[in-house]
């Protein structure tokens, strides 16, 4: 398992600090001794902040890309505050895009109903090439052919490439059936692929040394704005052209925002999902969790309850037509 992954695991062994006397005190009794089912697609400092420290379990439930994972927890897991689940970012917009599930039989969810607790990472894609590919800028992308690793047809490493190229010109090519990052890292460095769209702290996490080597150049980024550490990399909004483009790119950006959401079953204690929420915000800010984050390059811009909550109805109000228009793009770079 990849470092980043790991550390974000590890947060989930948390429990919070009281909110008030009597209502911490009710919490604690109830969590107290307890276990934690964490379920993730694809848990240290968290439970040191949840009343009771109770223990933290990690259950992987792999498979539809997340699906699997909200699924379960909308319609099998307990109710009572002992299961948390991280789906992929998939999910918040899969109800609206149907590209995991085109006829939407495989979503046996409402998003609405669920509590959320917090993303501890934003993490936007970024278009990377190898340092002996012929380009070093955007406009490279438009004149020289670059053969691009990826997965499947319907995975963020082949989506957001072909959107490129249809917005705005860029000739990369995606090679598929690629099983994972690492084969595609592999691939690069064999030569068989020139780069790859990926999230970002894949490089500053797990491929550091080859951004102080020099192996690698990050040219695009798909944020809705420039990250900090990026900031003379274009984002793929700044370069759309019409207004429908950039509504489109911003829609399916917002999954970006919610790199690992973590959420709980419908109808959990209102004095628990509270508990939950604020030991995930502690866990956010303690300085043993940010060290170890900043240590190996992981960021920390991470969204409270309200935030992610908030961006899940940005999804939700999205207009119909930018939906339409980027399900038109996908089915012309032929993603079903």
């Known amino acids: 398992m990849k470092r980043a992954a790991r550390l974000i695991i590890s947060l989930f062994w948390i429990v919070l600090p009281p909110l008030t006397a009597a209502r911490a005190e009710t919490v604690a009794d109830f969590y107290r001794g307890k276990t934690i089912e964490l379920a993730i697609a694809g848990a240290n400092h968290y439970s040191r902040h949840i009343p009771g420290n109770p223990t933290v379990i990690v259950k992987n439930m792999p498979g539809a890309a997340g699906l699997v994972v909200a699924n379960y927890l909308y319609n099998v897991a307990k109710r009572d505050g002992t299961v948390i689940g991280m789906p992929t970012s998939n999910v918040p917009i899969e109800p609206r895009l149907k590209l995991l599930s085109p006829d939407g039989s495989n979503v046996k969810f409402d998003l609405g109903n669920f509590a959320w607790i917090g993303t501890p990472l934003q993490e936007p894609q970024v278009t990377w090439v190898w340092h002996t ?31 490129v190229d249809e917005l705005i010109g860029t000739k990369m090519k995606v090679l598929t059936g690629y099983q994972g990052q690492n084969e595609i890292n592999l691939a690069a460095e064999r030569g068989e692929v020139q ?142």
């Open 133 to 163: 590919a012929p380009a070093t800028s955007v406009d490279d992308l438009k004149t020289n052919t670059i053969l691009m690793g990826a997965t499947t047809a319907s995975a963020d490493n082949a989506i957001l490439p072909m959107l």
């Open 195 to 336: 780069g790859n769209n990926t999230g970002l702290s894949n490089l500053t996490v797990n491929k550091a040394d080859w951004l102080h080597e020099g192996k690698v150049r990050i040219l695009l980024q798909f944020g809705n704005e420039r990250l900090a550490q990026l900031p003379d990399v274009p984002t793929a909004i700044e370069l759309a052209t019409s207004d429908a483009d950039k509504a489109m790119l911003r829609f399916y950006g917002l999954k970006f925002t919610m790199a690992r959401p973590l959420l709980i079953p419908p109808q959990v204690p209102a004095e628990r999902t509270a508990a939950l929420q604020a030991a995930f915000q502690a866990t956010m800010q303690d300085p043993a969790y940010i060290e170890e984050a900043r240590h190996i390059g992981l960021d920390t811009n991470w969204l409270g309850a309200k935030a992610l909550a908030e961006r899940v109805g940005d999804i939700a109000t999205t207009p119909q037509t930018v939906v339409d228009h980027l399900h038109e793009l996908l089915a012309r770079g032929g993603v079903k």
